[in-house]
């Protein structure tokens, strides 16, 4: 699914990455747990979103928008 519009996500069971980049190249910027949310600048500010979560293992998020 895709999270374009502002939204708050938190992380309720398994782990991610979250990258950013340019180009179609992602580097990993920061590693997302359980219980960790993500989304919150967008949210809040309406801007767009500066980094994307890839999913490691099988994940459950709980999305606010």
Excluded: K, Q, Y
């Amino acid at each position: 699914a895709s999270w374009a519009i502002a939204s708050l996500s938190f992380a309720r069971g398994g782990c991610g990455s979250m990258c950013a980049g340019d180009d179609g190249h992602l580097v990993t910027v920061n590693r997302l747990d359980a219980g960790e949310f993500f989304g919150e600048l967008a949210l809040l500010t309406g801007a767009p979103r500066g980094a994307t979560v890839v999913a490691e293992e099988d994940t459950e998020a709980l999305v606010v928008a």
